[in-house]
């Protein structure tokens, strides 16, 4: 055998012929463009395999050329060389292709992965994206209560708004209701003497004073008389006048009228007196109990008008209970002797026929306060 040289000459085959196979009578001239030297047989053995996993010719292709390579080995020592060099020319390009596939293939498994990755990372920054909003959100629930926290606060910041405003106004109807505490329903005259203990004979003529208004229909006329020390004095005649208004109003809560002495010392009073019995009239008609405080500060010409007001038996108001104060710094000898010379004393100015009977009218009863 003959392997054909760079040149087209024949040279010795070291290829063995085939038997049973006549060799071929082609020749082929072929010289590598690539390589000027047949590669190893080893390499061609080793490739072989690369070739066949990694060709991505058609099976036509692939037919013929396994044709080709079988015709070859049968064929002179001239075409051995030429189909080594060409199958060295075609397993560089397969090579090449191969690593060209490999090459996409590890593009596309890049790609793959570089998109796994990709979708990975954008789902790991949603997830953080959104664990952020929640860390967010919990920071800012810590920070600031929620809106059903506000509505509690402020419901109960109204309400807070609203007590004080209540408060004044049950006050305030309280107080325009009445100007004492709770009237009193009844009012014996025994729970007065455990509060206020007086002389026994101090309380039979309170009680005989009231009784007698509504037995006879007539007025009753106390003068009570009181040290100025005295620091319970007014809360006993309060008491006075709510028994006798239980009595005499059957209700307890009518108030007395009340009158300061000096308050009747005006100039149209002084001039005429007969404006006192028209204005306290109907109030005491009304009432039925009147109190005049200091007595003995009324002038004797307005003092006049009580001559009228205290007379029982042609009174102006039958059913009334008239109390007159008058304060002392020590008693001396009766009750009615002290307040007749002090009123004889206040009211010289009286002609003396007319103070007589004022005084006798207006000194009914006569009681130390003690």
Not at 30 to 40: A, D, G, K, L, R
Request: glycine share 4%; net charge negative.
């Amino acid at each position: 055998m003959e392997r054909e040289g760079p040149g087209g000459t024949s040279t010795p085959s070291i290829v063995p012929k085939v038997k049973g196979r006549p060799p071929s009578s082609h020749t082929y001239n072929m010289v590598s463009p690539i390589f000027s030297h047949s590669p190893p047989v080893d390499a061609y053995n080793r490739d072989n395999s690369i070739c066949e996993k990694y060709d991505d010719r058609s099976p036509g292709e692939t037919s013929k050329h396994s044709s080709e390579s079988d015709t070859s080995e049968d064929s002179s020592q001239s075409h051995v060389s030429e189909d080594k060099s060409s199958k060295h020319v075609k397993e560089q390009s397969m090579k090449k292709r191969t690593s060209v596939s490999v090459r996409k293939e590890g593009k596309s498994k890049t790609v793959q992965k570089l998109e796994v990755k990709l979708g990975s990372v954008n789902y790991r920054n949603i997830e953080s994206r959104n664990n952020s909003n929640l860390q967010i959100e919990e920071i800012t629930q810590r920070r600031h209560p929620t809106v059903k926290y506000y509505s509690f606060l402020t419901s109960q910041l109204i309400l807070w708004m609203f007590i004080p405003f209540i408060l004044c106004v049950v006050a305030y109807n309280r107080l325009n209701t009445s100007e004492t505490p709770t009237p009193i329903s009844t009012l014996s005259l025994d729970e007065i003497k455990e509060i206020f203990p007086q002389d026994n004979a101090f309380w039979i003529s309170i009680e005989t004073g009231i009784t007698e208004i509504t037995n006879f229909n007539k007025p009753s006329i106390i003068i009570l008389l009181h040290k100025h020390n005295v620091h319970n004095f007014t809360e006993l005649l309060d008491n006075i006048t709510i028994y006798a208004s239980c009595i005499l109003n059957e209700d307890c809560s009518v108030k007395p009228i009340v009158i300061e002495g000096n308050d009747l010392n005006t100039q149209e009073m002084i001039e005429d007196y007969g404006i006192i019995i028209d204005h306290y009239s109907p109030l005491l008609n009304e009432k039925h109990i009147m109190v005049v405080k200091n007595m003995d500060n009324i002038l004797g010409s307005v003092a006049q008008a009580f001559h009228y007001i205290c007379d029982e038996f042609s009174p102006l108001v039958r059913k009334s209970l008239i109390i007159f104060t008058i304060g002392v710094d020590k008693f001396k000898g009766k009750a009615l002797d002290q307040a007749v010379n002090i009123l004889n004393a206040k009211w010289n100015d009286v002609e003396p026929d007319k103070l007589e009977a004022l005084i006798t009218r207006v000194s009914s009863i006569v009681l130390h306060v003690k």
